[in-house]
């Protein structure tokens, strides 16, 4: 620890008491690396404030004394954002103290959270209330509602809801000065120029730290269904969904994966069992729910449009019989992630393509990667409806994966990322750019976007206090041709 880091410690020890700060080794140790076990940092010291005037002061010095702060929620991030730089320039700044949910009225359909506040904590303060808060993903039970902000979280509610965007209706943060900017309030129109709650969203902690924010709830559900069919293609399954939204608005997750994940899940997650009898190329989970207790029960309404389906679009389909089933369909979605890294070395890409291409996309650009790199195996699942799936690229069987991610991995993803490009996609759809795209966001990015995305770092954060080397740096990055 530098003198400056030292003195910084300290002080917030003196002033903010034992809870505030530690630089005990083995309490640090876990959160060095991300989740996938891709990145690691050093941090000499894990700052842990316990209100906003408290982020507010931490910011201040670390401005003053020049220390750079890393912010970090549940630490689930998938690109690398929360995990510090290997130097140990850097603080690590938890918000998981700060976890109250400080309103939530079922009259205004708005909860106020704090920071650290997890997700699933929300969820069910929602639900108590009779109402939902709309946004899950497997990570539920360690994700806070600043990190699902400050990525600008997607999951699987967003084909109904949107993305985290359109869920914050007020954001309450602390810039990197160390000033207090209170955009909390929920106001439906407010035309004050700048929209800083908008530009904080996303901006993977590199603007500001997210002290709290006002989320809209959405009401509770009378009834829910959950189908899991069988087909043949994802250009079938997206023709599925577009059948079904003709026949209902009541369809809230489409999600897909083909039967090699699905087998992944099974072979790597106990009490995982396959829905179908047989197995199919490909498998979508779908989700049916209504909030109005008189409107036909959602379990009828999929058997009733799933039906003629079975003629031609699906090969098999079954509704879940019970909660219970159907929470176990939903786990195996939610498992994903999980068989995945369990599964070996893979590179993983968060994509997106115009809807309607995606199928494409799956089926040629899979097989494109597998001719290119023999011998690994290429995989895309999720997030269909929304034109937003992951596409992993397996590594051969028997590499070193250290020497092959360091070797192959930049040059698969390179293709990858340029087949997206050409296809006129994104490189990050939902898990933002954090350290791992960071350079492949400069190499593809125009000047335009990377000029714009620069200017507003270097005016909000023109000493780079806020997780430096995340999202953009300050200086042209040296990637660009
Ligand atoms: P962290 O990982 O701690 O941080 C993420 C980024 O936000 C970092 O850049 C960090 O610096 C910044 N940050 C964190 N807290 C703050 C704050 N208070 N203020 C400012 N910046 C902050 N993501 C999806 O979008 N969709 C999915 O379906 C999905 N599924 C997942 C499933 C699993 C099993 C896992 C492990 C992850 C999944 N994720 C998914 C990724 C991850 O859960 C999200 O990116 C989530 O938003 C991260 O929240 P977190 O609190 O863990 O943030
Ligand atoms: C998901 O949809 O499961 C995630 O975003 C996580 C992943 O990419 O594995
Ligand atoms: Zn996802």
């Known amino acids: 620890m530098t003198p400056v880091q030292n003195q910084l410690v300290e002080t917030v020890l003196q002033r903010f008491g034992p809870k505030a700060a530690t630089t005990d080794a083995e309490a640090i140790a876990p959160w060095l690396s991300d989740w996938r076990g891709r990145c690691h940092g050093e941090a000499p010291a894990l700052l842990s404030p316990g209100s906003t005037e408290e982020v507010a002061a931490i910011v201040g010095l670390a401005a003053e004394a020049g220390v750079p702060l890393v912010p970090q929620g549940g630490n689930t991030g998938m690109v690398g954002g929360a995990t ?37 904590d929300l969820r069910a303060a929602a639900e108590d209330a009779g109402r939902r808060f709309p946004m899950d993903l497997g990570a539920r039970g360690s994700a806070t509602i600043g990190g699902l902000v400050s990525t600008n979280a997607g999951g699987t509610q967003v084909l109904r809801f949107g993305t985290m965007r359109s869920l914050v209706a007020g954001v309450e943060a602390v810039l990197p000065d160390g000033s207090i900017h209170n955009g909390i309030a929920a106001l439906k129109k407010d035309n004050r120029g700048y929209d800083l709650n908008q530009l904080l969203i996303g901006a993977e902690g590199t603007l500001g730290i997210v002290t709290a924010a006002t989320l809209r709830l959405v009401p509770g559900i009378a009834a829910r269904a959950v189908a899991w069919v069988g087909v043949e293609s994802p250009a079938k399954a997206l023709d599925l969904l577009r059948m079904l939204e003709g026949g209902t608005n009541a369809v809230e997750s489409f999600e897909i994966l083909p039967e090699k994940t699905l087998e992944l899940v099974l072979r790597h997650v106990p009490g995982t069992r396959r829905p179908l009898a047989t197995a199919h190329d ?29 003629a031609g679009l699906a090969g098999d389909a079954v509704i879940a019989a019970s909660e219970a089933q159907a929470e176990d369909f939903w786990r195996i979605r939610h498992s994903i992630s999980e068989a995945e890294r369990a599964g070996g070395p893979a590179l993983q890409h968060d994509i997106s393509v115009p809807v309607e291409d995606m199928p494409r996309f799956m089926v040629e650009g899979g097989a494109e990667v597998e001719a290119r790199f023999p011998g690994t195996e290429a995989v895309a699942y999720g997030h269909l409806g929304d034109g937003n799936v992951h596409f992993h690229v397996r590594a051969p069987r028997g590499v070193d994966p250290q020497a092959w991610y360091a070797e192959d991995g930049p040059r698969i993803s390179r293709h990858v990322h340029d087949m997206v490009v050409a296809a006129g996609g994104s490189i990050s759809a939902e898990h933002g750019i954090g350290q791992m795209k960071r350079d ?9 976007r990377m000029t714009a995305l620069r200017a507003i770092k270097a005016a909000l954060d023109p000493h780079n206090i806020l997780n430096p080397g995340k999202l953009v740096t300050l200086a042209p990055d040296a990637a660009r041709p």
């Open 84 to 120: 510090p730089p290997a130097d140990g320039s850097a603080l690590l700044v938890s918000l998981r103290r700060m976890n109250r949910i400080r309103a939530l009225s079922p009259v205004s359909n708005l909860a106020v959270a704090e920071g650290g506040v997890i997700l699933a």
């Open 282 to 310: 490909w498998h979508v989970l779908i989700e049916a729910v209504t909030t109005d207790p008189a409107a036909e029960a959602p379990a009828a309404l999929l058997e009733r449009l799933l039906a003629p389906a079975l």
């Open 440 to 448: 492949e966001l400069a190499r593809l990015s125009a000047p335009s």
